[in-house]
């Protein structure tokens, strides 16, 4: 073998050079891109909200404060707090069970379980309101069973929760199970071998893995619970100071020409919608330290 053959062996093979416009996008093309992004964004959801907030607080805080604590938006507020209270822990107990029971067992009906938790997502929630007054109104297929008992459903509280939970279920559960697939069982098949039982692997392996993500997802039902409206529209009945949750107060006083009580009520749901993007921030921020 030559001496010149050896060195062609041996050599490194010489190294093509590429353009950095083959790789990268070239300037104009990222500036185009941003620019439609932010004017988007701008038009579609800051401008909104300035407008909002601006109305709100044109006519001075005296007039925003006694928008939001006279009698009917106070009472508006306070059902909109208990609904979420309820809607938000059910969905907890419900997102973690069949979270669960689709990651880490097979069994049959798995797929129609999976489908039926996007059931929601599909469905409009008007739709859904009028699922409940069908099952449960005066003239539905548990209407005259319900009156001889004497429970009321649609047109008060308990239908109010019936229609949010519905319409804020697939929340929870699909923040965690694709998280908990990711994960496998590896550690809690290893927990179950050493002898743990199935509350000890809970709360030592499965719990700690999925909290930011569960606690992202009771953020976001939270916050869906709370500025529901079409489904709530339906089953409430619209009983001024009675079944009115927030967002329909919104558009009772609106509807009466009162802008600056409907753009101070609207204020309040504003403000829970910036509060839940900060604390998403700060969730997702944590999670990516504790990686």
Known sequence: MTQNTTQSLISPRPTMKVHPSAITEQNWVRTTLTTIALVFVTATLILPLLMVMYEAFRSGWHVYLSSITEPDALSAIKLTL??????????????????????????????????????????????????????????????????????????????????????????????????????????????????????????????????????????????????????????????RGLTNTLPLHVEVVYNEYQFTAAFACASLLALLAIVTLVIKEILQRNQHREK
């Open 82 to 239: 208990l609904v979420a209270a309820i809607a938000v822990p059910l969905n907890l107990i419900f997102g973690l069970a069949a979270a669960w029971s689709v990651t880490k067992f097979e069994f049959v009906g798995k797929r129609l379980l999976m489908t039926l938790i996007d059931l929601p997502f599909s469905v409009s929630p008007v739709i859904a309101g009028l699922i409940f007054i069908l099952l449960f109104g005066s003239e539905g297929w548990f209407g005259d069973a319900l009156a001889s008992a004497g429970i009321q459903i649609v047109f008060s509280v308990p239908g109010i929760v019936l229609a949010t939970v519905f319409v804020t279920f697939p929340f929870i559960a699909r923040e965690l199970i694709p998280l908990m697939q990711s994960q496998g069982t590896d550690e809690e098949e290893a927990a179950r071998v050493l002898g743990a039982s199935g509350w000890r692997i809970f709360y030592s392996i499965t719990l700690p893995n999925i909290k930011w993500a569960l606690l992202y997802g009771v953020i976001l039902c939270n916050a869906r619970a709370m500025g529901d409206f079409g489904a709530v529209s339906v089953v409430s009945g619209h009983i």
